[in-house]
């Protein structure tokens, strides 16, 4: 079957402000095919019919592109680490160190953030975690886990930071809910974040082409104030990162200059 993608991507960008271009175009273009063909359409102008026409069908669309694998203290070894920087590098020179979560997802984490704050009683801390796609970020808002997804977090952290449900899922503390504010912001178009000490990005530009994955990391970088660290993902590099004011300090960690 052969698909118009270029009406497509120029659809989507017109009607859903999304710029599936920035993305690389196999896994971009197979995922679309996935869900174009589960909605029961034959052609990629159909299936803009069906997105037109239907929100629950736009929802499912932004969704299914949106990568939302994710638990608290993914990677738990990496983020050890970056506990310590922040402890070492942050928490000292600045007062009230404000943490962008960048593309949270369903709010694991930036709850895991809060949760080292206050486990250090760093009570001044406040953290902003945005996401491209709304109803994610009604899930992160919500807070309600499962098990798996809280697989990482110590028993007693469990016991202190959650209520367990008598189905068995995880609902994250008012106290942590309370150290977070939630807004929608896609990477590609939208105002960055600015005076961060601290930014989390991880996993995300994986999913994108060369060209926009650096100009990602570009505005990141400008984002952090001086001495400030960004937080990358565990398969992710920034090429020439002296080039945007960074340095490397740590594994999967930058300070910015």
Known sequence: MELNFEFFNDWVQHRLGIRLEAYKERQMQRRISNIMESAGASSLEQYAKILEADSVARHAFVEHLTINVTEFYRNKSIFDMFEQRLMAQIVPKFERPKIWSAACSIGAEPYTLAMILAKNNITSGRIVATDIDDEILKKAKAGLYQSTEVKNVAAADLERYFNKTAEGKYQVSTTLKNKITFKK???LKDRYEDNCHVVVCRNVTIYFKPDARDEVYRKLSESLVQGGILF???????SLADQI????????????I
């Not at 990358?232 to 920034?238: P, S, V």
């Not at 004011?245 to 910015?256: A, M, N, R, T, V």
């Open 185 to 187: 912001h896609d990477l």
């Open 232 to 238: 990358t993902g565990a398969t992710e590099t920034i």
């Open 245 to 256: 004011g960074l340095k490397k300090i740590d594994s999967f960690i930058y300070q910015k």
